[in-house]
């Protein structure tokens, strides 16, 4: 009986761990048929026993919007998808609780140290302009020159929206301080469209040949040399250096499953997750993978800057307000 007993009670640990369903908030692109998220499912369902249930919304903001209205009614088991421009809001909402994972710093490939023991990274990149150099023959190489001395037709989207657009607002400021507004009221003569998101951007109005730069990432030229075989499109990097992003994600504290959330915490820095990310979130991973595309070894690595988190979430209204009366 004895035995019994015993093997009966680690079946039952195992499936309390492994059997119930995660629920991961993320942004859209991440669960598109052309993002990570379909891949990592599939190989984490199969992997532990178990599902996964993404639910989606069109950004970075929105998602920490959702969460913090919802409090502890949320759903969720883990939120997927914040960047640094979020840390501090969402270090502040003591709505994460604290992750398994030792030594953390040590495990990553970061060009900054991370100190955080909420919020786990799983990729990072670099804002930039992207154009076509068919097009466009003289790219800026700084954002001074971007601003005064490029006629070039530009889009952005919309730093209350958007991560890129909340990335470039925290670039002007870091480049700029107290200047920011003066330069905000230049570059928008040459800004034609602002969008809610980053797809809108890109391919409506960039790739159809309505804009010749458009806010993106250093890593986005990547996409189009690994599946069209084009290396015309490619990023600016600045004299000045280009904003980091560092997208990560954290447990809730009313999840019901933080066993299985700290799985798959830990899982996103396994060779499996990190291995998928640079060819469908076209991100750098966070850890040294065995294959990164030769692609990732065409591009040009910019010295990075960043503002500090707590100084953002001080400032970012006042940042918009300054934004929005740049014109």
């Not at 993320?26 to 993404?54: A, H, L, M, R």
């Amino acid at each position: 009986m004895k035995i019994i007993l015993i093997v009966f009670t680690t079946l039952s640990i195992s499936f309390s761990v492994y059997a119930d369903k995660l629920t991961i908030y993320t942004y859209d692109s991440f669960v598109s048929e052309w993002g990570p998220g379909p891949i990592i499912e599939k190989i984490f369902e199969e992997k532990y026993n178990t599902d996964i249930n993404f639910i989606a919304v069109d950004s970075a903001a929105t998602l920490l919007n959702k969460v913090i209205l919802e409090g502890d009614t949320s759903k969720a088991d883990i939120v997927l998808g914040l960047d640094m421009n979020l840390f501090d809001l969402a270090d502040k909402s003591e709505l994460f609780t604290t992750h398994n994972i030792n030594n953390l710093n040590n495990l990553m490939n970061l060009p900054l140290n991370w100190e955080s023991n909420k919020f786990v990274p799983y990729n990072f990149g670099y804002f930039s302009f992207v154009y076509n150099e068919a097009s466009l023959e003289s790219p800026p190489k700084s954002m001074d020159e971007l601003i005064n001395s490029t006629n070039a037709r530009i889009v952005i989207q919309d730093p209350r929206t958007s991560t890129p657009g909340l990335g470039l607002l925290t670039w002007m400021k870091a480049i700029y301080g107290d200047k920011a507004a003066v330069e905000w009221k230049k570059l928008n003569k040459k800004i034609i469209s602002v969008t809610k998101g980053w797809t809108d951007a890109y391919y409506n109005f960039f790739m159809a040949g309505e804009a010749d730069m458009v806010l993106s990432y250093t890593t986005s030229p990547a996409a189009h040399i690994m599946f069209e075989d084009r290396y015309d499109i490619r990023a600016t990097t600045f004299e000045e250096g280009n904003y980091i992003t560092i997208e990560f994600a954290g447990i809730l504290n009313n999840s019901k499953n933080k066993d299985l959330a700290n799985l798959f915490l830990n899982f996103m820095l396994s060779e499996e997750f990190q291995s998928v990310i640079p060819s469908t979130n076209i991100m750098y991973p966070v850890t040294t993978i065995k294959d990164l595309p030769e692609a990732f070894n065409k591009l040009e690595i910019p010295n990075f800057i960043q503002i500090d988190p707590k100084e953002i979430n001080i400032n970012r209204e006042k940042w918009i307000d300054e934004w929005l009366n740049a014109s």
